[in-house]
């Protein structure tokens, strides 16, 4: 499956934005979803992910209550809807797709900049 992120952009500290993953190829029904982000000098760390019905979610503790992670089957496309946006969210975000939640990932997106001014 091919996965092209957009939505990222600069936003000031508790604004909001909306990422979307559009997938091509494999049947996009099937497959679990997941949002990564990777900060200059950190580790590439989960966000949030969401099986192929979209009916178990799953997020990281920093960004509980804030973010949500929805997909639309039909449009073969994952969000990631991100409120109150803090200036630590700042990072490249990635979409990715795995076979099941909680599996390694077997295709990424190309990411796209959030960036958070203070």
């Known amino acids: 499956v091919q996965l092209q992120a957009s939505g990222g952009g600069l936003v000031q500290a508790g604004g909001s934005l909306r990422l979307s993953c559009a997938a091509s190829?494999?049947?996009?029904?099937?497959?679990?979803m997941g949002w990564f982000r990777q900060a200059p000098g950190k580790e590439r760390e989960s966000v949030a992910a969401i099986t192929w019905s979209g009916g178990i979610t799953h997020y990281a503790d920093s960004v509980k209550g804030r973010f949500t992670i929805s997909r639309d089957n039909a449009k073969n496309t994952v969000y990631l809807q991100m409120n109150s946006l803090k200036p630590e969210d700042t990072a490249v975000y990635y979409c990715?797709?795995?076979?099941?939640?909680?599996?390694?990932?077997?295709?990424w997106g190309q990411g796209t900049l959030v960036t958070v001014s203070s």
């Open positions: 990715a797709a795995a076979s099941a939640l909680g599996g390694s990932p077997y295709s």
């Open positions: 190829g494999r049947t996009f029904s099937s497959i679990a």
